[in-house]
């Protein structure tokens, strides 16, 4: 279960940063505000460049980690598959949608792989 630790950090970090940046995000903007991000504003071009794109390997390698406990496919292709996405995304001409479509690739992943790891504790415990 401690595997899966090192996915959720990656998945919370990159919404967590996407949402603290709201001109990048318009969509993350009404969520952010709410969890009072915003007075992360001004140091946003800090967020984006060196904080971001760390927590998506972050989840890309938590991802592949909790592949050895569950060894479960769908959660890892999936969530490997979005965090590239993110990643090309980013540095190939800024392509928002993936990115979006990436992110929730991501979140769909961890609940994946959180579903999968629970029932591997089960088949483990009897």
Do not use: D
């Not at 001004?42 to 909790?66: C, D, H, K, R, T």
């Amino acid at each position: 279960m401690k595997l899966l630790l090192f996915q959720q950090l990656g998945v919370a970090g990159t919404l967590l940063t996407a949402m603290a940046c709201p001109a990048c995000w318009p969509l993350f903007a009404t969520a952010g505000s709410t969890l009072g991000l915003g007075v992360l504003l001004p140091w946003e071009g800090v967020l984006m460049n060196y904080v971001f794109p760390p927590f998506v390997v972050i989840s890309i390698l938590g991802v592949i980690q909790a592949y050895r406990f569950h060894k479960q496919l769908v959660p890892t292709v999936v969530g490997t598959v979005s965090g590239l996405s993110i990643l090309f995304g980013f540095y190939v001409g800024w392509q928002l949608t993936l990115m979006y479509i990436g992110m929730l690739g991501l979140l769909v992943s961890a609940v994946l792989g959180h579903l999968a790891s629970r029932k591997q504790e089960k088949l483990c415990q009897t």
